[in-house]
């Protein structure tokens, strides 16, 4: 009964994101649907059905933000998981059941392992104080060529050699820290 009654004051919530917030969802996803067998639509639609069925308290946007950012870390993560232990458990599969499609057909891509996903949603947490180097990440990552992240993101070549110089700094930093 008082589940809801808490289903408009979440709604609520939901809608009182900022355009900003939504769009660092949708990238997070992005980025989190990587070696997963779920969509970046899918992990969002989980992230807001884990929201509305929550037994949180519904206190202001930065609580609702972070935990659907959780919420989408999560779904990710049992995913792998639950994908990893199918695999240690009943071993790789080469030929399809019974009126299943081909497997053949839905075989990841073998030059992205799960291992460099891990690292770059490291990496990409890291990076959490600077969104432009994780919306540029996001971008390479999906296989974007200079011109395509220029026109994408309205930035001049100097503003993208910037990020870029950032980010390479970034990375030599965490690495002598250990991070990555």
């Known amino acids: 009964m008082e589940r809801t009654a808490a289903q408009p004051a979440r709604a609520d919530a939901l809608r009182a994101l900022t355009d900003e917030q939504r769009i660092k969802l949708e990238v997070d996803a992005r980025l989190r649907a990587r070696g997963t067998s779920f969509d970046f639509e899918d992990l969002l639609q989980g992230a807001y059905e884990r929201w509305m069925t929550s037994d949180k308290p519904v206190t202001g946007t930065a609580e609702?933000?972070?935990?659907?950012?959780?919420?989408?870390?999560?779904?990710?993560?049992?995913?792998?998981?639950?994908?990893?232990?199918?695999?240690?458990?009943?071993?790789?599969?080469?030929?399809a059941a019974e009126g299943d499609p081909d497997?053949?057909?839905?075989?990841?891509?073998?030059?992205?392992?799960?291992?460099?996903?891990?690292?770059?949603?490291?990496?990409?947490?890291?990076?959490?104080?600077?969104?432009?180097?994780?919306t540029l990440l996001m971008l390479l990552d999906e296989g974007a060529e200079r011109a395509e992240v220029l026109q994408e993101l309205g930035w001049d070549v100097t503003k993208y050699e910037t990020v870029q110089k950032r980010k390479r700094k970034m990375v030599a930093r965490l690495i002598n820290e250990g991070k990555i």
């Open 64 to 95: 609702t933000y972070g935990f659907l950012r959780g919420a989408i870390r999560s779904i990710a993560s049992n995913e792998r998981r639950h994908a990893a232990t199918i695999r240690r458990v009943h071993g790789e599969r080469f030929t």
């Open 103 to 134: 497997p053949a057909e839905n075989v990841a891509d073998p030059t992205a392992s799960q291992e460099d996903s891990l690292v770059l949603n490291q990496f990409y947490d890291l990076c959490a104080n600077d969104p432009e180097i994780q």
